[in-house]
T-cell receptor
């Protein structure tokens, strides 16, 4: 089993739709989790951290399920500008070296 | 404004040539990293450094070398031993301890 797995997609949704991505991880000792957004031919940028209690930032909600070892990202009211690749990042306990998933591609169409 | 600067943005390498990619940060971050990204692929770790004058190999270090003589700088040399160097190279930094990364804007290297 890979350390961090994501469905590569693409997820093709209309504007205004709600879409959710999951990211599973294999190391149960992992301590911190993040979602990054990467636009085509650009660098990844931090979208949000994922806390045990879950967190919300506008239309974006991130959640952590430690029992099942996955994190999720929910995007409500999708915009055309949300089209990008979403990378999950899992940081193993005791290490500075996070592991990146390969990313999930989202395409929002009119 | 604080950030990470990578240069050049585009780089062309001839067969058998060594090239060096620059990465400078003014965020006062302790840890710095180099990643390689191939089209449609995820990020693969080349080298990382948690402190000045120390660095560790990542998953795909063969054919690459680094130095960390200053906290602000972490240059990557792509040597002639790297047989397939064409890729998008990303430098990142963080304060360590699981905090999120800040990335540079990347260097696109092409072998000609």
């Amino acid at each position: 089993r890979k350390e961090v797995e994501q469905d590569p997609g693409p997820f093709n949704v209309p504007e205004g739709a709600t879409v959710a991505f999951n990211c599973t991880y294999s190391n149960s000792a992992s301590q911190s989790f993040f979602w990054y957004r990467q636009d085509c031919r650009k660098e990844p940028k931090l979208l949000m951290s994922v806390y045990s209690s879950g967190n919300e930032d506008g239309r974006f909600t991130a959640q952590l399920n430690r029992a099942s070892q996955y994190i999720s990202l929910l995007i409500r009211d999708s915009k055309l500008s949300d089209s990008a690749t979403y990378l999950c990042v899992v940081n193993p306990g005791g290490s500075y070296i996070p592991t990146f998933g390969r990313g999930t591609s989202l395409i929002v169409h009119p | 404004d604080g950030g990470i600067t990578q240069s050049p943005k585009y780089l062309f390498r001839k067969e058998g040539q060594n090239v060096t990619l620059s990465c400078e940060q003014n965020l006062n971050h302790d840890a710095m990293y180099w990643y390689r990204q191939d089209p449609g692929q995820g990020l693969r770790l080349i080298y990382y450094s948690q402190i000045v004058n120390d660095f560790q190999k990542g998953d795909i270090a063969e054919g690459y070398s680094v130095s960390r003589e200053k906290k602000e700088s972490f240059p990557l040399t792509v040597t002639s031993a790297q047989k397939n160097p064409t890729a998008f190279y990303l430098c990142a930094s963080n304060t360590g301890g699981g905090y999120g990364y800040t990335f540079g804007s990347g260097t696109r290297l092409t072998v000609v």
